[in-house]
């Protein structure tokens, strides 16, 4: 059994930070990867960050570079996603997402199990 819940989703200004959190309710989170995926209205969901088991590992999708940071606490069975210098374009729903494949993987389709997403909203 596995549950992934997000939180920290807000109204931001653009330019502002925010960071979301995913709490896994789950045995040996440490043996698994973790990514961030978000949905803006309209769109596909997009691949935001991922994160190996151990953090050896790190992707991030080429429109965040820079601006955000994924980290894990596998001691607490989180994982964040710092988000700063927000744009408008950062708008969405971001979900939280857990593979039982090794590695930090950049494809939805990897990702067995999902939480219910928190969402973002950058606007002036």
């Known amino acids: 059994q596995v549950r992934l819940e997000e939180s920290g989703g807000n109204l931001v200004q653009p330019g502002g930070s925010l960071r979301l959190s995913c709490a896994a309710s789950?045995?040996?989170?440490?043996?698994?990867?973790m990514g961030w995926f978000r949905q803006a209205p309209g769109k596909e969901r997009e691949f935001v960050a991922s994160i190996s088991r151990r953090s050896k590992i790190i992707n991030y999708g080429d429109s965040v570079k820079g601006r955000f940071t994924i980290s894990r606490d596998n001691a607490k069975n989180t994982v964040s996603l710092q988000m700063n210098n927000l744009k408008a374009d950062d708008t969405g729903v971001y979900y939280c997402a857990l593979t039982t494949r090794t590695g930090a993987w950049t494809v939805d389709s990897a990702f067995g199990y999902w939480g219910q997403g928190t969402r973002v909203t950058v606007s002036s």
């Open positions: 789950t045995s040996g989170f440490d043996n698994y990867g």
